[in-house]
């Protein structure tokens, strides 16, 4: 009877016998996500276990000097070929924190799913979601950055565990994207 169990549990690929786990090492990591360390071990804890994870990491457009009103970064991580998380951040500008929520976060899930969370001018999360609007540049009419970290596979970790480690990403990546972007406002974001 175990040598059935086995053959059935190997044959379908399940533990012992699946694939090894793939580990996702800090040196990895989008630097986009900031400090690799911290990164890393949040999405240790909100991915799906795969055999192999890849980073994609794009400053599509850097913020050149005061003058300048555009920033744009993003960072996809995949797991066996399919996206996991997609992180963006990029210079906005809203009337009201609110309607940044409606346009940005309401576009992948519902208002009613998302609580606060202290972070930047208006700071929002769920299980799937994170999403940090950030005071970049003080005169004019005050551009914001805008991070947004989706995750698109969750793993086993429970609702609250997931929205932790997406809050701390969507953080990292805000700091992150605050000191390149040279912005010249207070962020308003701890890490």
């Known amino acids: 009877m175990l040598c059935l169990i086995g053959v059935i549990l ?6 012992p016998f699946g694939e090894e786990k793939g580990n996702i090492k800090a040196a990895e990591v989008c630097r986009t996500l900031g400090p690799s360390t911290g990164s890393a071990a949040a999405l240790k804890k909100i991915l799906p276990d795969k055999s192999s994870y890849a980073f994609d990491d794009a400053i599509t457009d850097a913020r050149t000097d005061d003058m300048d009103f555009s920033y744009a970064t993003s960072c996809f991580v995949d797991g066996d070929g399919k996206q996991l ?12 924190a609110d309607e940044w929520v409606k346009d940005v976060v309401e576009e ?5 799913s998302v609580k606060p969370f202290s972070a930047g ?5 769920s299980d799937k979601i994170a999403a940090v609007y950030v005071p970049c540049v003080v005169r004019g009419r005050g551009q914001h ?10 793993g086993n970790a429970g609702d609250e565990q997931l929205r932790e480690g997406l809050i701390s990403l969507a953080r990292n990546a805000a700091l992150f994207a605050h000191h390149k972007a040279k912005c010249d406002a207070p962020s308003k974001v701890t890490g």
Do not use: N
């Not at 190997?10 to 533990?15: D, Q, R, S, V, W």
């Not at 998380?85 to 009201?96: G, I, N, S, W």
């Open 10 to 15: 190997y044959a379908m690929g399940l533990p």
């Open 145 to 154: 950055l805008s991070i947004v970290v989706e995750l698109k596979q969750r």
């Open 108 to 112: 992948s899930v519902p208002a009613s």
């Open 121 to 125: 001018d208006k700071a929002v999360a």
């Open 85 to 96: 998380v997609a992180a963006t951040a990029e210079m906005l500008q809203y009337d009201t």
